[in-house]
């Protein structure tokens, strides 16, 4: 490293990574040792076992049934959806985009929860089903209602991809095609996909993360349909304290696996990737007849679907209760029990989240500077372990910050710090990325000029880069701030009665059968990230979050 660049920003970089080094890459260091050490030194018993028997190798296929279907069954929908929201006029559009983003803000697991009310073997869909037409519905469970919750919940992930992708085309392209006599799906096909294909590929990757490492919807409709995450639970809950070195076996397999999608990933999107300057933007435009119909009706049906299990769960949230069942009637009874009985899991989750969002927001800044303006061999591997939290799930990381931090001189299992800790390294990449897109856009004479007129480095940093930044670092901290409050997977392995937060108590009451204190639950954090959104699009201007 030069010597003129051995200042404060050297030590902010080594800083951050000796962080990563420490809470991130030694606890997965660890997990891997865990796997192949026994109490007799070196031991390989572990993958011997998972590999001796068809049930947890079966288990490996459904996740990537599971993962592969979703992602796929994603794109399908969510390309289109940006295509046509951007290239046809809608009616309607700027609701339909707000709503879009609010489906995704719920977790997964609570959607799974809202479509047992739905259709369930109880159901209001189910029998209505029944009793008006003599139809028994299949039901929710198994692997077509996993596939359908985690298909339906991350895909505004890749339609805010691609329509981000969409606005860099240049009309001209598509105008040139069309004289050609390219239109229709040709035209999708052979001019705009090659164009947006490494975004795809970018928004795919993080939807077959989310699907892999998803722990609430197969554990709440899974029934005999197991996933990894729920293996990886159930191995390592009941082998705590006597030989937890399978769950570790599994889960440095999943990583494994995690990283080489990963590389795959990036490769063909490096290959494929292609420069372009939209002097003239894609301008939606009015379509008649059954193009438009067509348009409104696949737009329409996607919100209907993906905003209806939401709804209903407020609904719900209202309805009088009689023990565990709904009765008629309206009343408040759910959010009073619910405050009386878990307000503390309500409490848990702002006081740990906000403090989870400070950090977050104030690494997050520091990193996304020098990964991007102080770039070095120190800067690029911190670039680098900022994406792990990306790749590895977040029920193993919750596996390997307990198995690293459970003994002294470290002892933070069973505390707050853990849960801050978890929150903040899984959800710093969302800030982390959208800062250094932003300060990508930033040209870096700005900074110059100000050092040029006597301003010390640090002070051209807070008063000329930061505010230049700050549109990034708001979006992604509110993308961190929804996903800590839907956080569940690696929560669920680290809470104690003191530090439950609402996704957790959420998960209980679905489990104890109490589901209008789950709807009054699950109603609360709605509310809390729709207001979220609202307040970001109200202060920004915006209609939309920076990927």
């Known amino acids: 490293m030069e010597k003129q660049k051995r200042d404060a920003w050297t030590l902010v970089s080594v800083g951050a990574f000796v962080l990563y080094l420490v809470f991130m890459l030694y606890p997965l260091i660890t997990l891997l040792a865990k796997s192949v050490v026994g109490p007799e030194g070196i031991s390989f018993a572990a993958f011997e076992k998972f590999f001796s028997s068809k049930y947890y190798y079966g288990v490996i296929l459904n996740s990537l049934a599971v993962t592969v279907c979703v992602t796929f069954l994603t794109i399908i929908i969510a ?27 719920s977790a997964p697991f609570i959607g799974a929860y809202s479509w047992i009310l739905l259709l369930g073997r109880n159901g209001v869909v189910t029998n209505l089903c029944k009793s008006l037409f003599g139809i028994q519905l299949p039901g929710i469970y198994g692997f077509p209602g996993i596939l359908l919750v985690l298909t339906l919940q991350p895909t505004p992930l890749i339609y805010m991809y691609v329509a981000g992708a969409l606005k860099t085309v240049d009309r001209s392209l598509i105008e040139a095609a069309e004289s050609m006599r ?66 570790a076996a599994i ?15 990036k490769f063909i999107a490096e290959k494929k990737a292609y420069k372009m300057s939209s002097l003239s933007p894609i301008q939606a435009k009015k379509e008649k007849g059954l193009r438009s119909i067509f348009a ?24 009088k209760t009689s023990g565990k069942i709904f009765v008629k009637g309206y009343s408040l009874d759910s959010y009073v029990v619910a405050f009386s009985k878990v307000g503390d899991a309500i409490r848990n989750s702002f006081v740990l989240g906000l403090i989870a969002l400070v950090v977050i927001i104030i690494v997050a800044s520091l990193i996304a500077y020098v990964t991007v303006r102080r770039r070095s061999s120190l800067t690029n591997m911190l670039d680098v372990s900022t994406m792990f939290p990306y790749i590895v799930p977040g029920s193993i990381l919750g596996i390997a910050l307990i198995v690293t931090f459970n003994k002294q001189p470290l002892m933070l299992s069973g505390t707050a710090f853990i849960m801050i800790l978890a929150f903040t390294i899984r959800r710093l990449p969302y800030t982390i990325r959208s800062s250094s897109a932003i300060l990508h856009q930033v040209n870096i004479s700005t900074e110059e000029a ?22 990034g670092i708001f979006s992604g901290a509110i993308l961190s701030w929804i996903s800590i409050l839907t956080e569940l997977s690696t929560s669920i392995l680290l809470y104690t009665t003191a530090t439950r937060t609402m996704t957790i108590a959420i998960y209980t009451e679905v489990l104890r059968g109490n589901y209008g204190t789950a709807a009054a639950l699950s109603a609360i954090l709605s509310a809390v990230t729709v207001i979220s959104l609202l307040l970001f699009f109200k202060l920004s201007g915006k209609r939309e979050l920076s990927m």
């Open 79 to 105: 390309v289109p959806l940006a295509y046509i929201l951007t290239t046809v006029k809608i009616r309607f559009a700027s609701a339909i985009q707000i709503l879009i983003l609010i489906s995704s803000t």
């Open 182 to 247: 390219c239109t229709g799906i040709q035209k999708m096909l052979k001019i705009i996909a090659p164009l947006i294909l490494p975004t795809i590929l970018a928004g795919s990757l993080l939807v077959f993360m989310r699907a892999l490492a998803d722990f609430g919807t197969p554990m709440l409709i899974g029934e005999g349909f197991r996933t990894v995450p729920v293996l990886i639970f159930n191995e390592f809950i009941s082998e705590m304290g006597e030989d937890d070195s399978f769950a």
């Open 251 to 265: 889960s440095v397999m999943v990583v494994i696996f995690a990283i080489s999608i990963f590389l795959v990933q």
């Open 296 to 319: 409104h009706g696949f737009v329409y049906l996607y919100i209907f679907l993906a905003i209806m299990p939401q709804l209903y769960v407020i609904y719900t949230s209202f309805l």
């Open 450 to 471: 100000a050092i040029s007129l006597g301003a010390s480095k640090f002070k051209t940093f807070t008063r000329v880069t930061l505010p230049a930044m700050l549109p």
